[in-house]
C-alpha cells in the first residue's frame, strides 16, 4: 500500500482551488466521475486543459500507470477557452475507462488519480500548471456538486462559494432557480 498520497497539495494554491472530493453520478444521460475547479485569480485563465493519471498497483506491488482525459460539457477534446467561475469536468465511466472496473465494478486495487490543469494567464500568456489527487475514500458516489453559479437580481453571474464543493445525492432539490451554465440545466440554485 502507498504511505503517502503522491501529490499531495503543498497548501493548495490560492489562483486555483480543486474539489476535496471528486463525485460520481449521472451527466447527460452518462455516468461519470466529476471535479470541480475554481479560478480565483482576478485575471481569467485561457487554453484551460484537464488530464490525469491514474496509478495503480499491481501484482508484486508495481505501479502501473495511465493517462486519462476529462471533458468539460460539449468541448470534447478542444481545452476551455475562457475559465473565470467554477467549471466540472468530466471523464466517462464506461467500458473504455480505466475507472470503470475499480469504481464501477469493485475492483479491490489501491489506486490514486493525479489530476493536472493545464491553462494560460490572459494578457500576459504566462503558463499555469496546477495538480491534485483523489484516493478511494475521496470518491463520492451517486452524486452531483450543487450549482455554484447564480443570478443576482440585475442578471449578473454570482459565485457561490459555499457550493463550491458540495455535492448532493441524486434526489432533486425543491428549489426555484435553474441555472444551466455547465450542466444540462437540471441543477437547481438554493
Given at each position: 500500500a502507498f504511505v503517502a498520497k503522491i501529490a499531495r497539495p503543498q497548501k493548495r494554491a490560492a489562483a486555483i482551488q480543486f474539489s476535496p472530493q471528486a463525485v460520481v453520478g449521472q451527466h447527460q444521460g452518462q455516468t461519470c466521475l466529476m471535479i470541480r475547479v475554481s479560478n480565483l485569480m482576478h485575471q481569467p485563465l485561457i487554453h484551460v486543459k484537464v488530464s490525469a493519471v491514474l496509478y495503480e498497483e499491481h501484482e508484486g506491488q508495481a505501479l502501473y500507470q495511465t493517462s486519462l482525459d476529462f471533458y468539460l460539457d460539449d468541448l470534447g477534446q478542444r481545452p476551455c477557452p475562457f475559465f473565470i467561475f467554477p467549471l466540472t469536468f468530466y471523464h466517462i465511466l464506461d467500458r473504455r475507462s480505466p475507472l470503470h472496473p475499480i469504481l464501477c465494478e469493485g475492483t479491490s486495487s489501491h489506486f490514486e488519480l493525479v489530476v493536472f490543469l493545464t491553462a494560460m494567464q490572459e494578457g500576459t500568456g504566462d503558463s499555469c500548471q496546477k495538480r491534485t489527487s483523489y484516493l478511494r475514500q475521496e470518491i463520492q458516489?451517486?452524486?452531483?456538486?450543487?450549482?455554484?453559479?447564480?443570478?443576482?437580481?440585475?442578471?449578473?453571474?454570482?459565485?457561490?462559494?459555499?457550493?463550491?464543493?458540495?455535492?448532493?445525492s441524486k434526489e432533486p432539490l425543491n428549489k426555484d432557480c435553474v441555472v444551466q451554465i455547465n450542466g444540462d440545466g437540471s441543477d437547481r440554485m438554493e
Open positions: 458516489f451517486d452524486r452531483q456538486f450543487l450549482p455554484a453559479l447564480g443570478l443576482d437580481a440585475q442578471g449578473r453571474y454570482l459565485v457561490s462559494t459555499q457550493h463550491f464543493d458540495t455535492a448532493h
